[in-house]
């Protein structure tokens, strides 16, 4: 979904104000290890990404309750998968493993104050449902919000057999804190790690198959995309490790989700964003890595 508080910063972007000492020190992705594909007009909201059955897996944010498997190599939709059971408000990630797919009804920035915030772990054959639910102990103000103000905010998580790990979006402090709480059902409190200054906001994340590496995805507030590669992090000290922060030479890119679909490749998409005399289409992004690990 197109986030109506961005606009401030792209006034400063335009005017050629935007650019900070940060964006020295980082690393940009040579055009020659990307590919893009269009993605179908179907998927202008695409939220969260997963690669299972040599398909990309993604649906849109907000209240649709699908998967869309996409072909790697055209981005073309070619499989749906239709959770008729699912309700949500406000679907921003999905994960999985050899048996699960788990749908993130997290995101919060509409004013702040959900209090239902949940995971739908889905078994992959039944379609049967377990519910998640979690709280952040660190919130105890609930007093409602403009959009786009909270930091208790998240489009991003990990599955691990034991724990779900989940990446805050904080749109003031502009970091992201890591939380883990148990992957199974019931009612849990978030229990805080650690946080990491990204100058942006966090919208997506995954694990290579090896689990040696980490990708988060992010755009800033005046819609610069970035990744975040992860390594040598010690069990699930994730964000205690190496960081190195990897620049896509584009402006004007909402990217919301990952997916790792080698040990060194990766997949990114992009919604579509639209405002007066700038258009950038819904995207499916191939990265090849291997230089950088």
């Given at each position: 979904?197109?986030?109506?508080?961005?606009?401030?910063?792209l006034i400063f972007l335009l005017a050629g104000t935007a650019f900070s000492q940060e964006k020295k020190a980082t690393v940009t992705?040579?055009?020659?290890?990307i590919r893009k594909f269009p993605l179908d007009d179907?998927?202008?909201e695409t939220s969260g990404l997963i690669f299972w059955n040599q398909l990309l897996w993604t649906h849109n944010d907000d209240s649709d309750n699908s998967i869309y498997g996409i072909d790697p190599t055209t981005g073309k939709t070619d499989q749906t998968i239709q959770f008729k059971a699912l309700k949500v408000k406000d679907w921003e990630e999905l994960q999985h493993d050899?048996?699960?797919?788990?749908?993130?009804d997290i995101g919060n920035n509409a004013t702040g104050t959900r209090t239902d915030l949940r995971i739908f772990k889905v078994h992959k054959?039944?379609?049967?449902?377990?519910?998640?639910h979690f709280s952040y102990p660190e919130q105890t103000n609930f007093s409602s919000k403009k959009s786009n103000a909270t930091d208790f905010d998240c489009e991003a998580f990990l599955v691990t057999d034991s724990m779900i790990y989940l990446f805050t979006k904080e749109w003031n402090a502009q970091k992201t804190t890591m939380y883990k709480l148990p992957n199974n059902k019931g009612i849990h409190k978030a229990k805080l790690m650690q946080s990491f200054?990204?100058?942006?906001?966090?919208t997506g994340a995954a694990i290579s198959p090896g689990r040696k590496h980490i990708i988060l995805t992010g755009y800033t507030k005046t819609l610069t995309p970035f990744l975040y590669l992860l390594s040598e992090f010690n069990k699930d000290n994730f964000?205690?490790?190496?960081?190195?922060?990897?620049?896509?030479n584009r402006n004007f890119l909402q990217v919301e989700s990952v997916a790792f679909t080698g040990a060194t490749t990766i997949a990114i998409t992009n919604e579509q964003f639209i405002h007066t005399f700038i258009k950038s289409p819904q995207q499916l992004w191939q990265i090849d890595l291997k230089t950088f690990f």
């Open positions: 979904m197109f986030h109506r508080g961005i606009l401030s910063g992705i040579p055009d020659s290890l179907q998927l202008k050899a048996h699960y797919f788990y749908i993130g054959t039944s379609l049967h449902i377990d519910t998640i200054q990204v100058n942006g906001l966090i964000l205690g490790g190496n960081k190195k922060k990897l620049m896509v």
